[in-house]
């Protein structure tokens, strides 16, 4: 199956910034989809940004929109998420995932099939 490893995570102030990123293993036979997911304490894990393999079709859920900026690169099976402005509601762990080949759905968990283990980030109050 291969793996997913997130790495770049740690502590900032708010309004700062923070770039994660996430190399994979993945087989990625048909150009596969790249997420990045949160979970913050107390709630469900949820999408933050996706991107193509080509990095032409980028999503973002509303509440990070104009912060956070998703990139990728193919050919070196990696990605970031550049998040600014950041928010001490946003402290949580942070996941990149590989969505299935299959579907159109990238907000859902259960798009994809191939995650890292998480990353911690966190904003103090």
């Known amino acids: 199956q291969g793996e997913v490893v997130e790495s770049g995570g740690g502590s900032v102030q708010p309004g700062g910034s923070l770039t994660v990123s996430c190399v994979h293993s993945?087989?990625?036979?048909?150009?596969?989809?790249m997420a990045w997911f949160r979970q913050v304490p107390g709630k469900e894990r949820e999408f933050v940004a996706s991107i193509n393999f080509s990095g032409t079709h980028i999503t973002y859920a509303d509440s990070v929109k104009a912060r956070f900026t998703v990139s990728r690169d193919y050919n070196k099976r990696t990605a970031w998420l550049q998040m600014n402005d950041l928010k001490p509601e946003e402290t949580g762990v942070y996941y990149c995932?590989?969505?299935?080949?299959?579907?159109?759905?990238?907000?859902?968990?259960?798009?994809?099939?191939?995650w890292g283990q998480g990353i911690q980030v966190t904003v103090p109050s």
């Open positions: 993945v087989r990625t036979s048909g150009g596969r989809i």
């Open positions: 995932a590989l969505k299935k080949l299959t579907g159109d759905n990238v907000y859902s968990v259960d798009a994809y099939d191939a």
